[in-house]
């Protein structure tokens, strides 16, 4: 246990120096009610050190005898302090403006949402999420460590790629088992990964490649196939295993028997640690975004449905028949199709399978799960 709060504050630190690098001005929060303590001294000569612009925040300033406290800060020698009271909002304004003015004009923000593409990582807790964004941002800015439940809350980096593309990476919480926890925490993982993904244009579903493919890994799996929205499966961990050369073959055909409705799922094997094949993720990225942005033109869809209906027409179901007028495609990212009919209750989710099939036969769609309703033409 001494062990893991050692290393976990190693690796604290070591995220605190990376922040320091990195940050254009730094906010060193401290607490108005304990005064200045040890840690806030030993802190502030860190900073000084640095020569970095900070801005001093005295927080929790909730009454008029905290917010005189602040004044003590001042022997820090780090300039005013702003007491704020975070809980209340008091004065958080006044910070923000604060904030603006003091960053340094050479920010580029990213122009718009066009050429940004959000990617969210999901997975049990320990496979290895934040050491693989680690490893694609190249430095250690998430804190990663053996013990599961290291990530409690979705984090978001920015990532310039080598031909300037601007990738928006989010770390997410462990989803983990129920029972494991109390119901409420495992309830919470859940619906924060469900966000995360609601929100990106691609997810990532990392499982790890020495635990197997677990129940669990199956419903994360499923979190990112109702979303809709493009996906990857992404094995880890990929050089704990003992390989020949039909390793790779072989894992892949036990994944597809695991989870068989994602079949169109590409599958990537890596190392986050070792650096294996992670070079590759951005441009498999990349390409399902591509596809789950693919916009079809209505008067082909509906050759498409000629030919697939013609190829196998549906079957009477007591004595009525599925008549399909029209197919067209109504959204993008994630997709969505709405194909026109006789009457909804003859649409069966078998001969909507078929039809999804048949556009995948056709145009692909790799990586992105593809929805058809049914609607009844009046
Ligand atoms: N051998 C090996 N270990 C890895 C690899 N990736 C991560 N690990 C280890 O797995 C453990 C968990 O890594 P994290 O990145 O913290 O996992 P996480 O999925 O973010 O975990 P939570 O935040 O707890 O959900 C750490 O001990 C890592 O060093 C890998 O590719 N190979
Ligand atoms: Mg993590």
Known sequence: MDFHKNKINEEIND????????????IFIVESNSGVTEEDAKISKLLHKRQKDVILVVNKADNDASRLNAYEFYKLGLGEPIAVSAVHGTKVGDLLDLIVKRLPQKIDL???????????????PNVGKSSLINCLIGSKRLIVSSQAGTTRDAISLSLKSKDGKIYELVDTAGIRRPGKVSDL????????????????DVTLVLVDADAGIREQDKKVAGIAFESGHAMIIVVNKWDLIKKDNYTMQEFKLYLRQELPYLNFVPIIFVSAHAGTRIDQILPLVDEVYKNATLRIPSSI????????????????????????FYLTQVEINPPLFIVFVNDVKLFHFSYERYLINYLRQVFGFEGVPIRIKARERS
């Open 15 to 26: 995220q605190v120096n990376e922040a320091l690098r990195e940050g254009d001005l730094i």
């Open 110 to 124: 990213p122009k718009s949402k066009e050429n940004k593409i959000k990617v969210s990582i999901i997975g049990e």
């Open 185 to 200: 925490v495992e309830k919470f993982s859940v619906i924060r990964a469900q966000t995360a993904v609601e929100e990106s």
């Open 301 to 324: 869809l509906n050759d498409v449905l000629l030919d697939a209906v013609s190829m196998t027409p549906p079957t009477a179901h007591k004595g009525r028949k599925l008549k399909l």
